[in-house]
């Protein structure tokens, strides 16, 4: 063997080929990038249910959690999933951060980058601020949400969840119920769900429809009893008052006209499912009922997924 030959390492085919550096959205992503997390989330569901445990790809990483909003489900999450690949986790702590001596957040995320961090994992209420900060760190960005922009590891974990019931995504049909106007979950599924092949209905008042969908072809409607037949998944979004200028709803008459109960979930079929991101509200967008039947709701897989995703998401981006 010559010495060229020597140096020449064989390839290693082991790892899935992802071409991006960051997790800022789904809209950048390709079908098969998509079709990649969620292999490798599928096998890290399956290790889990035979009782296995992963290798620690993230083994001597340390991610950074910057979460600018309340979170309990999307912060947990990522860090279970970092430590489930071995990495050590830093939840910086906003109430306790410099933001409120009057530091700039690009000032505090320098300081952050300068301490070299694996990967920052942010969640920001301005529009784009994961870009922002990937365009001005040294290390892989995770979006863990922005404004209402996109919240990419939610659609992932959902589209996990669908595809683990229905056995696929191409053909589905589901239909996105509630504020999709200030929803980043709402708008990363929407982007994901078309690009695999699904189609998207929207049914909410007409306050809390966009104006114009993120993706083109998407059919919007007002009421159930129009948007529902036919659905294989009916996906629930909180209305984000958080997010509204004034009041938009009454939420008696919302769930009234948009609250899920089996009646309702029926008009999409006798087998449709009901997914819903979390935090859902009892009594304005579920009823007792409906949120307790663990068979056509899957709310519980979908927070199991949501590590998996992540898993999958930051072996991709960080591991190795
Ligand atoms: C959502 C969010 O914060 O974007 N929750 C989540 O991440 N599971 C949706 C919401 O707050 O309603």
Redesign the pocket.
Known sequence: MTLAMELIKPMDTSRPVFPHKHLTGIAPLAADDITTILNIAQDYANMTAEGGRPERTLKGKVILNLFF?D?T??RTSFEMASKRLGAEVINWNMKTSSINKGETFMDTVRTLDAMHPDAIVIRHSEYGAPDYVAKRVSCPVLNA?DSWRE?PT?ALLDALTLRQYFGKLDGLTVAIVGDIAH???AASNMHLLTKMGATVRLVAPPVLLPEKAPVDGIAMFTSLAEGLPGADAVMT??P?KERMDDALIEDASYFHDYGMTHEKLNLAGPDAVLLD???FLRGLMIDDDMADDKTRFLYDRQVSNGVFARMAALDLLVGG
């Open positions: 909003e979170s489900r999307t949400g919240h939610q929803s980043r979950v979004i909180r984000q991101p979390g935090p």
